[in-house]
């Protein structure tokens, strides 16, 4: 799984933005948006992800069942 | 506490020994706290605030400031926020209309300097923290140094990534630096602060707190050790900090702070803030000046701050930013005139000098006139700037208040009202706004004013005044306040003391109604 961005929720702080260990967060249309295929969820990187931890809205930086879980490289 | 150095204490201590002058009296004169003039304050100090608005109550007339909001992100979540509009602290909720790049920021900057010679100060505060947006924050200071090198650089920031960047802040030659300290005890700062991120990692409840409090005081040590004028912030919440902020006042003060502060919570429950959600009030004008004056004789207080937007432009009560968006900037023809902004300037100069001897004058008059009684009022003026009685009352969007004593006027405070006079008709709703927000006055000093108001505000007990039309403020108040005197000296009046009044919350929505007392 990776982590997706509630555009409704989303104030565009960019605050998630540079946490991101793995630059899979861009801007669009004035708010933030998740590159999936980038996203490992912070495993490897941190206790927690970043994007959540930081984000001044409750349940906006979610996790995204539609997307197969992540895999950290063995 | 890390020792100071000589200069520095030196500069405290004289700091010290020209304040102390508290509500009722003090030392004869009107400069306590940022209210501090030329002759108040030792000469490499007056230098920095003289024409900073947010550091001199004196300046705050004639000198201008400009925010850019290039720094969205924070680092920590604060009860009286909410990010879904903007940063209560730094500005009011809701009202940040663009976001710039550094690039934007700068030809903004360029743009206001040459409309407004007046504006002096660029400062940083958000919309979410400077500090937790440094990249943008340091290369807005790296492109307006180089291209409007006279404009004093300013940031605000909750002081949690403030050790981290002391060295790159001081390295800019920012002189003059706020932190927003709500709190030096966790326990009290877990009921303000939910949680802030530091480290990579979201700290919650005392632990949060804990560490906000230890970054900020370190990074105010740090700051006033370079010599960088500190001004802290505290938002007074009833019940909650308010009696707290003494403490905070004295902490501060040993680490060398300038300038505290202390301004009312914000909290209505529109703004979606927590406090506004769960009903917790904000101080009446009469609790915020009896804490405000219960700090006086600790670090200088400020009481002329309009918690301005994060993308304010203008006098410190004016706002002009509607005239300065990306689109018009873009589209302005501007350079950059050096010589004419400080040829303007020193014009300026001249006027504040010219002014302050006759209200030298006019103070010493006072001498005999009742002054020893220990009668005290407020008074309300509608002003537009330069330290004049230069607004219509039905144009004033706030009033100044000023407190007269034997002591003099002393600049204590503004209140914000809607307008009274809209499209030539005055409204009536708006004029029983404006009467709760200046209840606590004796008079209102006013340019002009018709004939319906004036009858609405004797029966109110507070008396208008326009004989003193486009003089100075401060003159114009102790004179009316002799008369005052004489006049209570001859049996014609009684003197009586005044209810609270009403802070009014935000700048976009109605007063609401709320029984002053």
């Given at each position: 799984m990776a982590l997706k961005i509630v555009a409704s929720q989303c104030t565009g702080c960019s605050a998630c933005e540079a946490e991101c260990p793995n630059q899979a967060i861009s801007e669009k249309a004035g708010t933030f948006i998740i590159n999936p295929a980038k996203c490992t969820e912070c495993i490897g990187h941190y206790d927690n992800p970043q994007c959540a931890a930081v984000c001044p809205v409750d349940d906006t930086c979610v996790i995204d069942p539609a997307v197969p879980r992540y895999q950290a490289a063995s | 506490m890390d020792p100071l150095t000589a200069q520095q204490d030196a500069i405290m201590q004289e700091i010290a020994r020209h304040k102390g002058c508290g509500s009722g009296g003090g030392d004869g004169k009107t400069g306590c706290g940022s209210t501090a003039g030329r002759d108040d304050l030792p000469p490499e100090i007056w230098e920095k605030v003289k024409n900073h608005p947010c550091y001199s109550e004196e300046a705050h007339h004639h000198y201008a400031r400009m925010h850019v909001a290039v720094a969205p992100a924070c680092n920590i979540q604060c009860n009286y926020c909410n990010r879904k509009y903007d940063c209560a602290n730094e500005s009011r909720p809701g009202v940040v209309s663009e976001r710039l790049t550094p690039e934007q920021a700068a030809r903004k900057v360029v743009a206001v300097a040459s409309t407004i010679p007046q504006m002096t100060v660029l400062g940083i505060a958000g919309p979410g923290d400077p500090l937790a947006n440094p990249a943008k924050t340091f290369r807005t200071f790296e492109l307006v140094s180089r291209a409007a090198p006279d404009i004093k650089l300013c940031l605000s920031t909750n002081g949690l990534a403030l050790p981290d960047h002391v060295d790159t802040i001081a390295g800019f030659k920012v002189d003059h630096v706020t932190i927003t300290i709500n709190m030096i005890d966790p326990e009290i700062g877990a009921r303000i602060y939910p949680w802030v991120f530091w480290n990579h990692r979201r700290y919650t409840g005392v632990e949060a707190a804990r560490l906000l409090t230890a970054r900020q005081l370190q990074g105010l040590e740090m700051l006033t050790e370079r010599g960088i004028l500190c001004k802290v912030n505290s938002v007074m919440i009833p019940g909650v900090n308010d009696r707290h902020l003494i403490e905070v006042n004295r902490a501060v003060k040993e680490r060398g702070a300038f300038l505290h502060n202390i301004m009312p919570l914000i909290s209505a429950p529109e703004h979606g803030t927590v406090f506004g959600l769960t009903g917790q009030r904000g101080p009446t004008a009469q609790e915020l000046k009896t804490l405000q004056d219960a700090c006086e004789g600790g670090a200088n207080m400020m009481r002329h701050c309009r918690q301005c937007r994060a993308d304010a432009v203008g006098l410190l009560g004016e706002d002009r930013s509607a005239e300065f968006t990306t689109d018009k900037i873009m589209a302005m023809d501007v350079s950059y005139d050096l010589d004419g902004r400080r040829a303007y300037q020193a014009r300026v100069e001249e006027d504040r000098q010219s002014r302050v001897e006759a209200r030298e004058a006019e103070l010493r008059t006072?001498?005999?006139?009742?002054?020893?009684?220990?009668v005290t009022v407020l008074v309300a003026v509608a002003t537009k700037g330069s330290g004049l009685i230069n607004e219509h009352f039905g144009h004033a969007r706030e009033f100044q208040v000023y407190e007269l004593s034997a002591a003099g006027a002393k600049f204590v405070g503004h209140r914000r009202v809607d307008l009274y006079c809209q499209g030539g008709y005055g409204e009536e709703d708006s004029l029983a706004g404006i009467i709760r927000a200046i209840n606590d006055c004796h008079a209102v000093f006013v340019a002009k004013i018709g004939g319906c108001p004036k009858a609405d505000l004797i029966a109110a007990g507070i008396e208008p005044v326009d004989g003193y039309a486009h003089d100075d403020i401060a003159t114009s108040t102790i004179a009316w306040f002799k008369s005052y005197l004489d006049r209570i000296g001859r049996g014609e009046i009684v003197h009586a003391a005044r209810g609270d009044a009403l802070i009014r919350q935000g700048g976009l929505i109605a007063l609401q109604s709320l029984n002053v007392a």
């Open positions: - | 006072l001498d005999g006139h009742g002054g020893a009684s220990g």
